[in-house]
């Protein structure tokens, strides 16, 4: 069936340091694909999408590719800031239903 | 702020009840999704409506049902409640019915305690 897998987290990194979450998945086809954040206590905001193979998402110097050939959406940042600190999932549309990987939290030290 | 609401924001109840969990879109939202999040089984989507009509459904329980109503709001309810119930539960809207495109505004969820 459809899956998502994302790398465990907590990740744990200083401020301006680069950024990479890995997120890999399974599916028939090729579905449209998502990064979500979740700011503690908060829901879920969309933070960039891809619709098909080698487009590229980006928003608020976040990046990730559609990679066909590896079945990845890799989350990258150049320089990320404390208040990046969240838990982010990566997410594929199939048959009309969003799946969703675990999540990686993020902790973000000054 | 999304624009989504729900209420309550917590809910505390005993094993065996049942529960009325209340969504209102964003203005002009057609779309209504409600999700479930526990620390042992993730994100998992339940139920999509769509101006009122059932449009997908996911790992929904049989004791779980939904509803969307002509106003657009949208309603979960939960019976016969067990401990592995207790997780936040959230609302999400989006203008059409196809969530491949359109992105997905969710509310800041209901936790639900199962004592």
């Known amino acids: 069936g459809n899956s998502v897998t994302q790398m465990e987290g907590p990740v744990t990194l200083s401020e301006e340091a680069f950024l990479t979450i890995n997120c890999t998945y399974t599916?028939?086809?090729?579905?449209?694909l998502f990064w979500y954040v979740q700011y503690p206590g908060e829901g879920l905001q969309l933070l960039l999408k891809?619709?098909?193979a080698d487009d590229k998402g980006s928003n608020k110097g976040f990046e990730a590719t559609y990679r066909k050939e590896t079945t990845s959406f890799h989350l990258e940042k150049g320089s990320v800031q404390v208040s990046d600190s969240a838990v982010y999932f990566c997410?594929?549309?199939?048959?009309?239903?969003?799946?969703w990987g675990a999540g990686t939290k993020l902790i973000i030290k000054p | 702020d999304s624009g989504v609401t729900q209420t309550p924001k917590h809910l505390i109840t005993a094993t065996g009840q049942r529960v009325t969990l209340r969504c209102s879109p964003r203005?002009?939202?057609?779309?209504v999704y409600w999700y479930q999040q526990s620390l042992d089984q993730g994100l998992q989507f339940l139920i999509q409506?769509?101006?009122?009509?059932?449009?997908a459904k996911g790992n929904i329980l049989e004791r779980f049902s939904a509803q969307q109503f002509p106003d657009l709001h949208s309603e979960l309810n939960l019976s016969s409640l067990e401990l592995g119930d207790s997780a936040l539960y959230f609302c999400?809207?989006?203008?059409?019915?196809?969530?491949?495109?359109?992105?997905?505004?969710f509310g800041p969820g209901t936790r639900l305690t199962v004592l």
């Open positions: 891809a619709t098909k």
């Open positions: 203005s002009g939202d057609l779309s």
């Open positions: 999400a809207s989006s203008a059409t019915s196809d969530p491949s495109y359109n992105e997905q505004f």
């Open positions: 599916a028939t086809g090729y579905p449209s």
């Open positions: 997410a594929l549309c199939s048959n009309y239903q969003l799946i």
């Open positions: 409506y769509y101006n009122g009509e059932e449009r």
